[in-house]
């Protein structure tokens, strides 16, 4: 799957060549120019990754990476802070709000796209392309859809690549640090509660159309996704 870029940044020239480098590095390249619109292309697109301005006008992106980190569905985008400002300081700053990693204007775009390779590489544990079917879901990669008995279902993208890695892995248990390797990727430091959130998220969307018992808790050991009623 090309991974989509979200570069927020509200200074036009700038904006345009971090698309132009993104595009030529061969992912895809969304554009918001403040907080606000920022939101709404996650809600649409779902970023793999999210290249932050740090002085943006109203919500700064301080702030923005902070809320980005609070909000569940957001919390394992990973986040690149750009700024123009380079001191020690503001870099542990940079770090504490949330971002992944963090690089000084002006960049070279041969450094930045290594930087961003590196934190997806981290990030991505690389998931097949191919459609899979199983107990009544459906579930595409490509077209990023989920069905159950034909009628779609609604999956932030956590929940997607966890139903996507589950489906692929069937009747057997994982940890929650298993599904955190598998489904967030090694490096992230996320805690295992986490996995118990978004579990329970992918429940939910499961329910309405009574398939939420796919998703089995096994006492002491983790879950499994079975079609074998417990
Ligand atoms: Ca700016």
């Not at 990030?123 to 899979?132: G, Y």
Request: aromatic share 6%.
């Amino acid at each position: 799957m090309t991974a989509k870029i979200l570069i927020v940044e509200d200074e036009p020239a700038i904006a345009e060549l971090l698309a132009f480098n993104v595009v030529q590095a061969g992912f895809y390249a969304l554009r918001a120019e403040n907080a606000e619109t920022a939101w709404q292309q996650i809600r649409q697109y779902a970023p793999d990754l999210i290249l932050l301005d740090w002085m943006l006008p109203e919500t700064s992106g301080i702030v923005l990476a902070k809320q980005l980190r609070a909000d569940a569905r957001t919390c394992d985008v990973p986040i690149i802070m750009l700024t123009a400002r380079g001191d020690e300081r503001d870099k542990v700053l940079g770090l504490e709000s949330g971002a992944d990693d963090y690089i000084t204007k002006p960049f070279s775009p041969r450094e930045l796209m290594a930087r961003i390779r590196a934190v997806l590489r981290r990030h991505i544990p690389v998931m097949p392309d191919e459609v899979v079917a199983i107990g009544g879901l459906e579930l595409s990669p490509i077209s990023h859809r989920v069905t159950a008995h034909g009628m779609s279902i609604e999956l932030g993208p956590t929940e997607f690549r966890l139903l996507q890695f589950f489906m692929t892995h069937t009747e057997r248990v994982y940890s929650r640090t298993q599904l955190l390797d598998q489904v967030w990727g090694t490096q992230v430091f996320v805690e295992e509660r986490t996995v118990d959130v978004h579990i329970r998220r992918l429940r939910a969307a499961l329910e309405h159309s009574k398939l939420d018992h796919l998703v089995q808790t096994v006492r002491g050991s983790g879950y499994r996704f079975s079609c074998i009623t417990q």
